[in-house]
């Protein structure tokens, strides 16, 4: 069974941490570009950071210096560190899988990540 399942949100006051995870089941995760997409209360969904299978990283400019992703290919997980959290980045955060040479877009159910004091 194809699965990706998002752990890791919750509540944290500005400026703390929080570290998502994503467990992939189901799918040859070494050969998929794995991503973090977040979507906040009335505005569409964005991508925040990709990983490729040998590690490049891509980021969106509001999380820069702030957001770290990584992937452990032997575990089929894909992990996003939060640091310098701050209001703005309250969110639903969802993990994304993607194998675009088969046409392949897969998601998770995301976890709810709130910045507040």
């Known amino acids: 069974q194809v699965q990706l399942v998002e752990s890791g949100g919750g509540l944290v006051q500005p400026g703390g941490s929080l570290r998502l995870s994503c467990a992939a089941s189901g799918i040859p995760f070494g050969f998929y570009v794995m991503g973090w997409y977040r979507q906040a209360p009335g505005k569409q969904r964005e991508s925040i950071a990709s990983?490729?299978?040998?590690?490049?990283?891509n980021y969106v400019d509001s999380v820069k210096g702030r957001f770290t992703i990584s992937r452990d290919n032997a575990k089929n997980t894909v992990y996003l560190q939060m640091n310098s959290l701050k209001p703005e980045d309250t969110a639903v955060y969802y993990c994304?899988?993607?194998?675009?040479?088969?046409?392949?877009?897969?998601w998770g159910r995301g976890t709810q990540v709130s910045v507040s004091s």
């Open positions: 990983v490729t299978r040998d590690g490049s990283t």
């Open positions: 994304n899988a993607r194998r675009a040479a088969l046409g392949v877009d897969l």
